[in-house]
C-alpha cells in the first residue's frame, strides 16, 4: 500500500479551513417511450427563483433539482467527514512559462490547487466570484446530489459579480474528477482544478502519485480572449444560445419536443431569443471586464519576437527542457487527424500546457529508478484533443473517468476534452519527456522526469508517440464496476447535428433550450444511442452519471465520438434530478449542442 503522506506535483490541495475529520452498436430494445421519436418532452422546465429555493414552477410530472427525491438520494449515500474549503474566481496575471497573460483564475493560478479527499466525506466549499461575469462551478464526472451540478438555469441561478455560493454534497465515488465553471466559454481561460476523491481502499500499490493538467491556451495573448474567439466561430450570428452569463430569470418555456428536425416557429423564437438575450450580456459586459482586467494587463509581460519565430522538431515533438514556446501561427494551418477522424478542431491556439506551463519552463516531476508511479491525466482542453506518451516507458492502463479497467498495456493514449485516465510506470533511470500532442494540430506540449541531474537535455521525438495508441473503446471495465447485463427499458436518441460551416451545432437538429428534456425515471436501465451525423468529432458528456460502453466496455462519463459513427451506452438512472448532456469542446456546447436528461415523478 503507497503511503499516506503521498503528494501531487501540483503541491498540497486547496488549504482546508477548519477541517472536520471529505463505439458500437447494442441490440434493439424497446421504443421510446416519450412523446417525441427521439425520447423528448416538451412540456415546460422551470428552475428555482433563488439558491437553494424550491423549484416551484418545474412542472408536477418532473423531480426538481431542489426536490425532496434529490435530498432522498443524498440521504442514502451518507453524510461522512467534513472537509471545507474556500475559492476565488479572479481576473489576475499568471506565468505559464513562456510569458505572462491577463486571465481569469481561482486563487490566481492555473490549474486551480488541486482539492483532494477521501470517498464518503462531504466537501462544503464556498466559491467567491470577483469575476466581471456571473460563474458557477461544476464538479466534472462526479455522482453528487443535483442541485450542486453547477448548472445556471438548471441547477442554480448564476453567482452574480461580488457574490458567493456554497457548494455542499458527499464525494461517494473515488477517482479523477476535475472542477471548471458551466457559464458561456469561461472553461477555456484558467478556471479549472483537479478533484481527487481517494479510495480509502485502494487496492493499487505504487510510492508516488502525479496530476497532470492538460490544457490548450489562448486567452490573453495579442488580445484574443474565449469571448472573442467564439463571436469569431459564431460569425456574428448574436452569441451563445448555451449557458450565457444572465443574471436573470431561469423560468424556462415551452418548447415542442417531439420534432428532430429543429424546424417550426417554436425552436426559431427560441434560438432568436437565447442567441440575443447573451449578446446583449456579453456587451453589458464587456466594458466590465476591461475595467477589472485593466491592472493585470498592465502587469503582463509580452512574449519575446525571438522566441516568437523558434524552430520546433518535427511533428511537434518535444525538444528539450527549457524548449521555446509554441507560437500562434498567423494563418490557421488545416488541422487534420486520421485518429479523430479528420478535422481536428476549430481553434488554433498558440500555446498548449502541461500544468500551466509551456515547454520553454516544462514542469519537472523526480523520482527515483523503481518506483512505481501513478499518473492521474485530465484534459482540461477547449478544443483540442492530446495524445500523450511517456518517452522511454511502457503504461498501464487503470483508470478512465475514475472508474477502474481491466489493466492495459499502451505506448500512447488519446483523451478528449473532459477525460481522464489513471496509469502506472515503473520509473527508469534517467531524463524523459512526458510528451503531449495537440492531436492534428501539429503542436506540443512537455514535462519532464528525472531521476538525477538538472541540465537542460534534448529530446527526440519519442517512439512511443507513434507507438501502440489505446483508446477507451479497447477497455474492458474491472468486474466489479461492470453493469449487470439486462435490456434497456428506454431508449433515447441523441444525434449530434450541425456543420463548421454554418456553425449551428445542436442535438436531433435542436439547439440548446432548458424546456426541452429527454424524460427517464429512477430505477430503469436506459440505453442512449449517440449518432454523430457531423464532419468533425465531439467528446460527449453526461453530468450526475456513469454509462457503459458496449460489450463490456468502460465505465465513463465522457466517450469521444467520431464522426459519422454512432455508439449506444447504457447507464443506470440511479441520480434523480435535471442532467445535461452535451459536447465538451466548450464551442459547440455554447453554440447549441447541449440537451438535457430529466427524470420524471
Known sequence: MHEKTRRAVLGTGIAAAGSGLLAACGSPGPRPRAGGPDGTDGTAMGAPARPGAPADDTPAQYVSPHGPEVAAAERRRGPGPVRTFRLTATATTLDIGARKVTSWAYEDQVPGREIRVTAGDTIALTLANNLPQSTTLHWHGVRLRNDMDGVPGVTQRPIKTGAAFDYRFTAFYPGTYWIHPHSGVQLDRGLYAPLIVEDPHEPLTYDKEWVVVLDDWLDGVGGRTPDKEFERLNAGKGGAVGHAMDDGSMDGGSTDGGSTDGGGKRGAKAKATATTKATATTKATAKATAKATAKATAKATAPAKAKATAKRTAAGGAKRDHARPTTARKKAAPMESRLLGGHAGNVTYPYYLVNGRTPESPQVFRAKRGDRVRIRIINAGGDTAFRVALGGHRMTVTHTDGYPVVPAKTDALLLGMGERYDVLVTVKDGVFPLAVIAEGK???????????????????????????????????????????????????????????????????????????????????????????????????????????????????????????HKVNVDLDADNPGLWMVHCHNVYHSESGMMTILGYQK
Open 442 to 564: 501539429g503542436r506540443s506540449a512537455v514535462a519532464v522526469l528525472r531521476t538525477r541531474g538538472k541540465n537542460p537535455v534534448k529530446f527526440p521525438r519519442p517512439k512511443e508517440l507513434d507507438g501502440e495508441l489505446l483508446t477507451a473503446d479497447r477497455l474492458k471495465a474491472a468486474e466489479d464496476v461492470r453493469l449487470t447485463p439486462k435490456e434497456p427499458d428506454r431508449i433515447i436518441r441523441m444525434r449530434l447535428t450541425g456543420s463548421m460551416r454554418k456553425w449551428d451545432w445542436a442535438i436531433n437538429g435542436r439547439p440548446y433550450d432548458p424546456s426541452q428534456r429527454y424524460p427517464v425515471r429512477e430505477g430503469e436501465r436506459v440505453r442512449i444511442s449517440f449518432i454523430n451525423g457531423t464532419d468533425m468529432w465531439h467528446p460527449v458528456h453526461l453530468h450526475g452519471h456513469t454509462f457503459a460502453l458496449p460489450d463490456g466496455g468502460p465505465r465513463k462519463d465522457t466517450t469521444v465520438l467520431l464522426p459519422h
